[in-house]
């Protein structure tokens, strides 16, 4: 996502970077939280996690 900049009287113009990420940080947990529920048989749980 790239973000487009505005002056503050137009700022519908612009694109905010942040906001659109937002929905990828979301899908990414949601992902992270499904993923921790599965115990792989040979390997056991998930360790890591996105922070």
Do not use: D, F, Y
């Amino acid at each position: 996502m790239e973000g487009v900049p505005a002056h503050s009287s137009k700022p519908h113009l612009g694109v905010n970077a942040i906001t659109g990420m937002a929905n990828v940080i979301l899908a990414l947990n949601k992902i992270n939280e499904t993923l921790s529920q599965r115990v792989h048989p040979l390997v056991g749980p998930q360790l890591s996690q996105l922070l």
